[in-house]
């Protein structure tokens, strides 16, 4: 305690710039409290629309279709898009959206995995 | 000091000019070189264990649950395909001819030589395959090649090959080499999201427990097809063991009988060569 009273003492701040740093602290939450007004508002603006939703879809799909070309499609890509298509079908976009997201990235993990696997096998063969 | 500069310098040079590995016996094809490596592998992981024993699969690896298998085998749960299998081999299609007429030997004990390689079509024929091909011939429609009527029949056919040693065939032909290298390279290839390929099971953990399952060896593993699984409660073709292997990867399983499972089913019998027929069988 006493310790903290001598660094106390020590860094004391001068009554001017006590009240400046108060007018400033005002002034920060006024500024944060309109940032948050802003960030709500465009978290509102930027709500997963239809349009996003076929479009994160049509990605997805893609990539999937992809990988079906390589014959390495996942089951997980087919959940994910089955379940992205419910989603919207309900209404909820935004699920739709990251669902999508989801298989993309999954159909793309996919790909990389077959294309690896075009030489990789031989390493585990037996000889 | 000199010469240990110039030593080490050509040494470098000598491993810049080197491949990467030993020159890859994955390039070059040689199946009956591959069959003996393949055999020599499990022989040798497995010294207790009798070549030709690796057909009875889990079996052959755990004496609990070969204890327990020669108990059920008194009664064995695939006795009503077998019998169901026999009377639909026999019985004449609608125009009056049978299986029999498909097939050399009249379809008797000859298990042991499917898959074929056909070498006017230039791709490999299956077992399942050909008795599809023999009832659309025939004015009939193919059947499922998963289980039920396909499994009863196959299970009739194998237990008249009992005993009898695979004895497939490549042919000297670059598309009967290719087919064979294709089946090499399913088998050994990773998918799905699981990253397991068939030899990350049944060549590198064969013995060893995955759940409660007791993972069979590679070797011999198609010699007791078709199955009896308990899991399944009820019979599974090759089509079916292939097929269910990749959902458990979570890879989406292609088309029954598509290239890849022919060629598959092609490479992996051909391993197996010498080994006896031991279906149909018994699986947990």
Redesign the interface.
């Known amino acids: 305690m006493s310790m903290l009273r001598i660094s106390e003492s020590r860094f004391s701040v001068p009554i001017g710039l006590k009240r400046e740093m108060r007018q400033q602290m005002r002034i920060s939450s006024l500024a944060l409290a309109s940032l948050l007004l802003i960030a709500g508002a465009a978290s509102v603006l930027a709500a997963g629309s239809e349009a996003d939703f076929k479009a994160a879809y049509a990605a997805a799909e893609a990539a999937d279709n992809e990988a079906?070309q390589l014959?390495?499609?996942?089951?997980?890509t087919?959940a994910a898009l089955a379940a992205a298509k419910q989603a919207a079908g309900a209404g909820d976009f935004d699920q739709a959206i990251a669902l999508s997201k989801q298989a993309e990235a999954?159909a793309r993990?996919?790909i990389f995995?077959?294309q690896r696997?075009k030489e990789?096998?031989?390493?585990?063969?037996?000889? | 000091m000199q010469s240990a500069i110039h030593f080490a310098a050509v040494a470098l040079a000598l491993l810049a000019l080197a491949p990467a590995?030993p020159a890859?016996?994955?390039?070059t094809v040689d199946p009956l070189a591959?069959a003996r490596?393949?055999q020599n592998?499990f022989t040798g992981k497995f010294p207790n264990v009798k070549l030709e024993d690796f057909v009875n699969g889990p079996y052959s690896m755990n004496a609990d649950m070969r204890r327990q298998w020669q108990e059920i085998e008194q009664f064995p749960p695939y006795e009503f395909a077998l019998e169901a299998g026999k009377e639909m081999f026999t019985k004449p299609f609608k125009n009056g001819k049978t299986y029999a007429d498909c097939f050399p030997n009249q379809g008797i004990g000859i298990r042991q030589n499917y898959p074929t390689f056909d070498e006017q079509e230039g791709k490999v024929i299956t077992l399942e395959l050909a008795l599809n091909r023999c009832r659309e011939a025939n004015g009939e429609t193919p059947l499922s090649y998963v289980k039920d009527d396909m499994a009863a029949l196959t299970a009739y056919m194998a237990y008249t090959s009992r005993g009898k040693p695979f004895d497939i065939k490549i042919p000297d032909d670059p598309r009967a080499i290719a087919a064979y290298q294709n089946g090499?390279?399913y088998f050994?290839?990773?998918?799905?999201?699981l990253?397991f390929?068939c030899?990350s099971c049944h060549?590198?953990a064969p013995g060893e427990r995955i759940r409660a399952e007791v993972l069979a060896p590679a070797l011999g593993i198609l010699n007791a097809m078709p199955i009896y699984r308990s899991e399944w409660s009820g019979m599974g073709t090759v089509s079916r063991r292939f097929i269910t292997c990749n959902?458990q990867t979570?890879?989406?399983p292609?088309n029954a009988q598509d290239d890849?499972y022919r060629d598959l089913e092609f490479y992996l019998s051909y391993l197996s060569n010498g080994l006896p027929i031991s279906g149909p069988g018994a699986r947990p």
């Open positions: 079906g014959r390495d499609q996942w089951t997980t087919a999954l993990a996919s995995q077959a696997e990789a096998w031989k390493n585990s063969e037996i000889h | 590995r890859a016996a994955a390039d591959d490596a393949f592998y090499k390279r050994y290839t990773r998918r799905g999201q990253n390929s030899a060549v590198q959902s979570r890879g989406v292609l890849e």
